[in-house]
């Protein structure tokens, strides 16, 4: 329903619009036989998240949206160019009277608690590289340009 809505409202037609769900191309929970190792994903969702360019932020819930706890999830729209957000007509309605009841107040506790150094991954090694690798980045800057 996110996404379909999402369509809508940016002129998108659903039926020809194709979606990357990284969540269900990879697992995360194989074992570790299975997985490949940091700088694999590195190289295949970086330049796979460049290439696509634009990247749907599905929150649900939006008061509290997991995938923005996570490493990964964070490190990936770094290399999306255009980020916008997709929510159910549920999810939007509750955002919106948050936002014009509480003045934007719950709004900006949500984003405020948004943090890559707080940021969680399912394995540690991937957490610390990804670190590693955004050292050097603002991450005031990296918030604005997600968030704002």
């Given at each position: ?17 194709y ?7 990879v ?9 490949k190792?940091?700088?694999?994903w ?31 999830y ?15 007509d ?8 948050s ?25 540690d090694?991937?957490?610390?590289a ?10 005031q ?8």
């Amino acid at each position: 329903d996110a996404l379909d809505g999402f369509c809508k409202s940016d002129g998108f037609d659903s039926r020809t619009t194709y979606f990357w769900f990284d969540c269900i191309t990879v697992s995360q929970h194989k074992s570790n036989k299975h997985s490949k190792d940091f700088d694999a994903w590195y190289n295949l969702f970086g330049k796979a998240v460049t290439k696509i360019g634009n990247f749907a932020l599905v929150l649900l819930p939006w008061e509290k949206s997991v995938p923005l706890t996570r490493s990964w999830y964070l490190f990936e729209t770094c290399a999306a160019h255009d980020i916008q957000i997709a929510m159910t007509d549920l999810q939007k309605d509750g955002f919106l009277s948050s936002l014009f009841e509480n003045s934007a107040k719950s709004c900006h506790d949500v984003l405020q608690n948004i943090s890559m150094e707080r940021s969680e991954a399912t394995v540690d090694h991937d957490r610390e590289a990804i670190m590693k690798l955004v050292r050097n980045i603002d991450f005031q800057k990296l918030h604005q340009k997600v968030f704002v």
